[in-house]
Structure formats: C-alpha cells, structure tokens
C-alpha cells in the first residue's frame, strides 16, 4: 500500500496476512497505516507470484468474479465507452424535453375556448 509517499509491505503466510510481525486484516492493516474511511479493496495492490505486475485487489475481485468483463481496455476504448454513455444520455434528456414541451402545448390547448364546453364558461358579470 502506498500512503503520503511511503510505501508499505506485508506477506501472505498460509492464511493469513502478516503485517509488521502480526496476523491481521486486510482492513486492519489500512486502518493502521492510513487511519479511517480507507477502502481496504480499492487501497491494497497484490503481487500474486505468478504475475509479474501489481493489481489493485479491487480488479482482481472484479477479475475473479467475471465482473470486470465490460471494463474498457485502456485510454482510448475508455473515452469511447464515455463518449457512448454521454451519447446515449443526451437522447434521453431529449426525449424527455420533447415529451414535456409536448405535455405543455396540449394542456395550453386544451385550455383554450374553442376547446371548452359552453356550460363551462362563465358569464362576465358587469
């Protein structure tokens, strides 16, 4: 974990999590590192001994639950799944304005006296 520009190491033993010569947490382990209101998921990189990188455990989950599926591949396809998302927003907030414009015109209508009964229509009293 990194935290204020210092780095942080702990080694998985067995089961457990040892930090500074302690089982813990993974949650205890942030919690002693960087206080509350961390996420130990989205804080925590693991090096697994068969890669050769670091991955957020956060996307590991992801990985492993099949959830990280429609995640964009880089820069360049994650602008493209913005751009889509923006588009499609933007077709909605039109439909949304012309059914409301639509609504107004047609309760304006039939607000109008040719559209009003006769019975409905109250005299002027002078």
Do not use: C, F
Not at 32 to 40: F, K, L, M, Q, V
Request: hydrophobic share 40%; no cysteine.
């Amino acid at each position: 974990m990194s935290h204020k520009g210092r780095h942080y190491y702990a080694r998985v033993h067995g089961d457990q999590l040892i930090y500074n010569q302690h089982a813990v947490s993974p949650r205890a382990m942030v919690l002693s590192i960087a206080g509350e209101g961390r996420n130990a998921w989205r804080d925590l990189w693991l090096h697994l001994p068969q890669e050769g990188n670091w991955i957020n455990a956060a996307r590991l989950r992801r990985l492993q639950t099949g959830q990280d599926q429609n995640q964009p591949r880089g820069p360049a396809a994650a602008l493209s799944a913005a751009a889509q998302a923006m588009n499609q927003a933007l077709k909605a907030a039109v439909t949304l304005i012309e059914h409301v414009d639509y609504q107004s015109t047609t309760v304006l209508e039939r607000r109008l006296p040719k559209n009003r009964r006769s019975v409905d229509l109250l005299e002027d009293i002078d």
